[in-house]
């Protein structure tokens, strides 16, 4: 008897990719500007200068959402280039429209799973940072699995990271933030900038709904890790 063939296993998704609403500023964003500042998924490595068209830092963005944070620090530091990685379209449009509107030259976008293009289009050591601001913290129990912030996820962040590159999370869950503190202070490729959480660095500008949720006494914790030299 021949032995039954198991189908491939599907990866668990850390997202899900909602439809949402994309107003026509955006879709004409998405529509004008994609094809100068997106960067289309491929299973090659990306060439990260010849992408922004010159030497500079490299700073990788997962999941961006609407692009406000993310375009507040490329403008704040035209001496880094970013790369931003976002699923939603609604977020994609968005993030287009704020680039057009600035003239934001040190920003490109990649609409697609983050972990296949850190695997496919990203070298070993070639990111000077990678920021993870406010992920999804999926809080029921049983959807804990679909967490970004994961063992396997966060040795494949790190050996991505130049030595001396930093990863930069930020969370408003705090069992979520426990979580990735206990995941990133195993991983023998980091080391901690600070005893436990971090300040918020200067560079991560405050958003009005970290500001509201802070008012209302809600917390919000970073964490800041680098790759050893």
């Keep these: 008897m021949e032995p039954t063939e198991l189908p491939p296993q599907r990866p668990i998704r850390s997202f899900v990719l909602r439809q949402g609403r994309l107003s026509g500023a955006q879709a004409r964003a998405h529509h004008d500007l994609l094809p100068r500042y997106g960067i289309s998924f491929s ?10 068209g010159r030497r500079a830092p490299k700073i990788l963005e997962i999941g961006f959402g609407m692009g406000e944070t993310t375009a507040e620090i490329a403008a704040a530091h035209p001496e880094n280039d970013y790369l931003g990685i976002e699923v939603h379209t609604p977020g994609v449009g968005s993030l287009l429209k704020r680039i057009g509107e600035r003239g934001l030259a040190n920003l490109r976008l990649i609409q697609h799973d983050a972990v296949e293009v850190l695997r496919c289009m990203i070298a070993p050591a070639t990111l000077d940072g990678v920021h993870l601001f406010f992920p999804d ?25 130049r030595p001396g590159g930093y990863v930069h999370m930020a969370t408003d869950w705090q069992e979520y933030a426990e979580q990735m503190l206990a995941v990133l202070s195993v991983e023998p490729m980091l080391e901690n900038t600070a005893a ?12 009005k ?21």
């Design 196 to 207: 436990g959480y971090a300040p918020r660095p200067d560079y991560r500008p405050q958003t």
């Design 137 to 161: 913290p999926w809080p029921k129990k049983r959807h804990h699995k679909r967490r970004l912030v994961q063992p396997d996820f966060v040795a494949l962040l790190a050996s991505r990271l």
């Design 43 to 52: 299973n090659q490595v990306l060439d990260l200068d010849a992408a922004f």
């Design 209 to 229: 709904f970290e500001a509201r949720g802070l008012k209302l006494g809600h917390g919000v914790w970073d964490i800041v890790f680098m790759k050893k030299q």
